[in-house]
């Protein structure tokens, strides 16, 4: 089958790249299966088509930022499938693939896909694009180690009372660095031990240059650091709680409305969350409490907003950019 659009079909196709591309970063996993569906009734019968891989890659990877893992990974699966092995939508697929097992705790399973994925993006010819590529993916798949062992812990119901007092207290008696050593302190041992295992089997693919800008191991696992691999995974999922901009807890917290702060507004909505991801830790939750409480609700969610894990050919983000 040819690559070429078919003329007739291409003003509904870009529209409905619009449309999937808005539910993606709205966080509408339904929606994107939507659009990705009226898009293969476009291409049909083609189903290798790459502008139809590419908006399936996109709704399988909302499906995947709201943690519907086994509808993801069977996505994943047959993206690869269809795509050829060369080809940058097989890489992406894989790198998905590879958090989908890491999600489920299947690190066997993963740590194969990171290096595929790793030794495939070493044949990117431009050095710049590379590290850049090197830099994003494994901070993700650190982001994803500790929130593969975050998921589970905890027991107990979380209070949202509790929480919201503990997150005061600890706005109260910490600043940015602090909190976020803190929340690093509360990871647990073998999430740590996890990034280390995954992390030294992928450094182990990379060329010299890139090993190189990686910070040493016993850099790269103190609280502090361990805090801001959490903070960025953790926040992503805090997004969802509190950034839709029809909530009623997003509508006053944009007016600054002070019994949002008051009350357990933010401690109420992030306990729902967190408990559907089966994060029943309520220390670590305060923490997060406190971190969103420091923003206004445009800083925070345009800070938190979940960022695709493969970067655009249209992306020319420096090297230096936050995290």
Request: glycine share 4%.
């Amino acid at each position: 089958m040819g690559t070429k659009v078919p003329p007739e079909i291409l003003p509904r196709l870009r529209e409905l790249e619009s449309e999937l591309q808005t539910a993606v970063a709205k966080g509408q996993p339904e929606a994107a299966i939507e659009c990705a569906g009226q898009i293969q009734m476009l291409f049909a019968p083609n189903r290798k088509h790459h502008r139809l891989l590419r908006a399936k890659l996109w709704a399988f990877e909302a499906c995947l930022d709201e943690n519907r893992l086994q509808y993801a990974e069977t996505g994943f699966i047959g993206i690869r499938k269809l795509a050829g092995s060369n080809t940058r939508l097989y890489i992406e697929a894989t790198a998905f693939l590879g958090i989908c097992h890491l999600r489920q705790k299947r690190a066997a399973k993963a740590k194969p896909l990171i290096r595929e994925v790793i030794n495939s993006a070493n044949n990117i010819r431009s050095a710049k694009r590379r590290r850049q590529f090197h830099k994003r993916f494994i901070q993700r798949i650190e982001e994803e180690c500790i929130l593969s062992e975050l998921i589970g812990t905890g027991g107990a119901q979380l209070d949202p009372t509790e929480i919201h007092d503990k997150a005061v207290l600890l706005l109260q008696q910490n600043n940015e660095d602090a909190l976020t050593t803190l929340i690093g302190n509360l990871i647990p041992p073998s999430g740590v031990l996890l990034l280390r295992e995954v992390r030294d089997y992928s450094i182990l693919q990379l060329p010299a240059p890139e090993r190189k800008l990686l910070p040493a191991p016993k850099v790269a696992e103190n609280p502090k650091n361990i805090g801001t691999r959490a903070l960025a995974v953790l926040r992503r999922i805090a997004w969802r709680a509190v950034c839709d901009p029809e909530s009623t807890i997003y509508k006053a917290w944009a007016k600054k409305i002070p019994k949002v702060y008051n009350e357990a507004y933010f401690a109420t909505a992030l306990a729902a969350t967190f408990t559907n991801w089966k994060i029943g830790t309520p220390l670590l939750v305060s923490g997060v409490v406190a971190v969103v409480m420091k923003y206004t609700a445009h800083e925070f969610c345009e800070w938190a907003q979940p960022r695709g894990l493969m970067i655009p050919i249209a992306d020319k983000e420096s090297e230096q950019t936050k995290d």
